[in-house]
């Protein structure tokens, strides 16, 4: 069993940046692929970001640029370093830990945060 908490969301202007941490417990969050997805209101959970088990990194196209994820062993955490945010960037961002198949569907994952809120404004 995994638990994850989300941290660092929050209201920034656009063209601003936040830096998301996800942190486990648990069990080693070394041994997971973690990704990154977000859900604005009305709209399906769409993959973010992804680092695997051995630290390749995968962006969704809007991200590439400007997001960042990273892990931070000695915390157990994985970050999401995002910059030059836009409106459409505005969502809840939620952290999971992959249990197999694609990185890109959510279905893939087993664990989940309860989710940070972004809101960038115009």
């Known amino acids: 069993q995994v638990q994850l908490v989300e941290s660092g969301g929050g209201l920034v202007q656009a063209g601003g940046s936040l830096r998301l941490s996800c942190a486990a417990s648990g069990r080693t969050f070394s041994s997971y692929a973690v990704g990154w997805f977000r859900q604005a209101p009305e709209k399906e959970r769409e993959f973010v970001a992804v680092i695997s088990r051995n630290d390749n990194t995968y962006y969704t196209d809007s991200g590439k640029g400007r997001f960042t994820i990273s892990r931070d062993n000695a915390k157990n955490a994985v970050d999401l370093q995002m910059n030059s945010l836009k409106p459409e960037d505005t969502a809840v961002y939620y952290c999971?830990?992959?249990?197999?198949?694609?990185?890109?569907?959510?279905?893939?994952?087993?664990?989940w945060g309860q989710g940070t809120q972004v809101t960038v404004s115009s």
């Open positions: 999971a830990a992959h249990r197999g198949g694609s990185y890109y569907r959510p279905i893939n994952y087993e664990y």
